[in-house]
């Protein structure tokens, strides 16, 4: 196990630990959970706002990478991430608040669904938007690894961490063009073996402008151009 992993391990035990001491509250409105509600109360599941993407092929997801260029075979989101709603929280627990079983739980949840309609047919790899080797250790995790571990959880599929990033700062607060010079030529394969000729999910917490996953498809291309890819992210912005 390297250290990386092991930081993995650790954050997990001190998380379910503190779930045994303290009550598990929803992550959107705060309220204690009763039995049978995991992660969020269920008024708050129910308010959810969806974006039921799985139904519609090609989707916007389709249109936004394809306008920056590059087309996918599937995608979908889960829900639509507005910065100052209160289920930002969703992402911003599983990202920045040592939660990853926030993210876990949601997408082992959707997958559930996703998979009865048959959006996981022919998938052969479940590969994470990879995070640079010093803010993994420094975060503990990366978000995307354990999105993509709820989704393995329920299918069965691999997951292939085989994404590899370079330093670059954050795209938090630039615009499209920013985002899109900011993430170029950043990302490249480790082991091609795990995507050649294969079926690859490329899997993310949100979708903003899909600079990021342009150039995670990018890379991922140049390594293996005969590799098919779709995509899924626990959320996405809206452009208008």
Not at 155 to 171: C, E, K
Request: charge should be neutral; include cysteine; hydrophobic fraction near 40%.
């Amino acid at each position: 196990m390297n250290l990386s992993q092991t930081i993995s391990t650790a954050r997990l035990w001190v998380e379910s630990f503190f779930n045994l001491i303290f009550p598990d509250v929803c992550t959107v409105c705060q309220r204690t959970l009763v039995n049978g509600e995991n992660v969020m109360c269920l008024d708050c599941r129910l308010s959810l706002p969806l974006t039921g993407m799985h139904r519609i092929q090609p989707n916007e997801i389709h249109e936004r990478l394809f306008m920056i260029g590059h087309p996918v075979k599937r995608a979908t989101s889960l829900f639509y991430y507005y910065r100052e709603n209160e289920y930002a929280r969703l992402i911003h627990d599983t990202k920045y608040r040592s939660r990853p079983i926030v993210g876990r739980t949601l997408a082992a949840e959707h997958a559930t669904e996703l998979d009865a309609c048959g959006f996981f047919d022919g998938i052969d790899a479940l590969v994470p938007v990879p995070l640079h080797f010093f803010k993994r250790l420094q975060r503990g995790y990366n978000q995307a690894t354990e999105i993509a571990e709820g989704i393995s959880s329920v299918t069965g599929i691999p997951v292939a961490d085989t994404l590899s990033a370079s330093f670059h700062r954050s795209q938090t607060r630039k615009n499209a063009h920013q985002r899109l010079l900011n993430t170029r030529n950043i990302y490249s394969v480790e082991d091609i073996s795990l995507i050649t000729d294969r079926h690859i999910l490329l899997v993310d917490d949100v979708i903003t402008t899909g600079a990021t996953m342009l150039s995670c498809i990018e890379a991922i291309k140049k390594a293996s151009p005969t590799s098919e890819i779709s995509i899924y992210s626990l959320a996405i912005t809206r452009l208008h």
